[in-house]
Nanobody, 112 residues
Framework: QVRLVESGGGLVQPGGSLRLSCAASGSMFGAYMAWSRQAPGKQREYVGSITSEGIINYLDSVKGRFTISRESNTVYLQMNSLLPEDTAVYYC?????????WGQGTQVTVSS
């Protein structure tokens, strides 16, 4: 009964910032957590992740702009210097016991 709920999306201007949150159920505490995104007409792509040991990785195009962090059962994606090409639905997900669990997604739109 793993549940992930994203929040924090919205409309921002280029160069602006947003902070996304992914709240996990209690059974997900300390697990691997990742973010992906899907823009209209494009395939879903990996954005970044944090392992149970705290190791963080990012998609090359967001390095230096996005930051992943974890506090208790919530994982955050701080997005700075946003670009129009960052516009997408952002999803958090996790792998546990051979299964992948996804949140419902939150829309991020970067536009003037």
């Amino acid at each position: 009964q793993v549940r992930l709920v994203e929040s924090g999306g919205g409309l921002v201007q280029p160069g602006g910032s947003l902070r996304l949150s992914c709240a996990a159920s209690g059974s997900m505490f300390g697990a691997y957590m990742a973010w992906s995104r899907q823009a209209p007409g494009k395939q879903r792509e990996y954005v970044g992740s944090i392992t149970s040991e705290g190791i963080i990785n990012y998609l090359d195009s967001v390095k230096g702009r996005f930051t992943i962090s974890r506090e208790s059962n919530t994982v955050y994606l701080q997005m700075n210097s946003l670009l129009p090409e960052d516009t997408a639905v952002y999803y958090c997900y996790t792998n546990l016991a051979g299964s992948t669990y996804w949140g419902q997604g939150t829309q991020v739109t970067v536009s003037s």
